[in-house]
Structure formats: structure tokens, C-alpha cells
């Protein structure tokens, strides 16, 4: 049984910085393609970020060069640190693990909140 667990989601001002975490048990992050996605209130989720086995990253235009992807693969946890956050990285963050076949797996969400 793949479970996902987020934390670190918090209130933070504009500029500021948080770090996410994601354990994972069940299935390893070091060997599957994993990711961050976002969803604001009354728009679609979307992918934020995502590592694959070999560690290539990828980010979204929007969080390019702000936002670092990471895991610790002797812990199995997936992080997200988030730097510079503006009030438009308000959303709930999901973690997620690729699967196939489908379906995937996904956290059960932490919440973002950037405003002074």
C-alpha cells in the first residue's frame, strides 16, 4: 500500500521562504517518478515540479528558478523548497507518485498561503 504524507505548508509573507516534505512509504521516491502539483481555488491543478529515478527535474515557467525539487532517498521523503513566494503560489500542494499503470498516487494536500 502506497501512502503519501505532506507537511510544511503554512501562512508565509511574500518573499518569503517554506520547505515541503513528502514521506512516502510503500513504493521508494529514489526509483519512481514523482512530483509537486498545485491547485488555487477555482483553477486546475498543475504540475509544479517533478523528478524522475535518474534525478533530471523539471519545473513549470511560473516557479522556474525559485523553486529547488529534492528527495532523500534514505529517509524516502520528496521535498519542495519554495523561495521568493508571491501571493499567486497560494494553493494546496499535492504530492504525487507515477504509477503504472494508472491510477497514480497522490497526498492528501498542504495548504500554501503567501500574503503580508
Known amino acids: 500500500q502506497v501512502q503519501l504524507v505532506e507537511s510544511g505548508g503554512g501562512l508565509v509573507q511574500p518573499g518569503g521562504s517554506l520547505t515541503l516534505s513528502c514521506a512516502a512509504s510503500g513504493r521508494s521516491v529514489s526509483t519512481s517518478l514523482m512530483g509537486w502539483y498545485r491547485q488555487a481555488p477555482g483553477k486546475q491543478r498543475e504540475l509544479v515540479a517533478q523528478v524522475g529515478s535518474i534525478g533530471i527535474a523539471t519545473y513549470s515557467d511560473p516557479v522556474k528558478g525559485r523553486f529547488r525539487i529534492s528527495r532523500d532517498n534514505a529517509k524516502n521523503i520528496l521535498y519542495l523548497q519554495m523561495n ?21 498516487y497522490w497526498g492528501q494536500g498542504t495548504q500554501v498561503t503567501v500574503s503580508s
Not at 501571493?87 to 494546496?92: G, L
Open 84 to 104: 521568493s513566494l508571491k501571493p499567486e503560489d497560494t494553493a494546496i500542494y499535492y504530492c504525487n507518485l507515477k504509477s503504472w499503470p494508472p491510477p497514480d
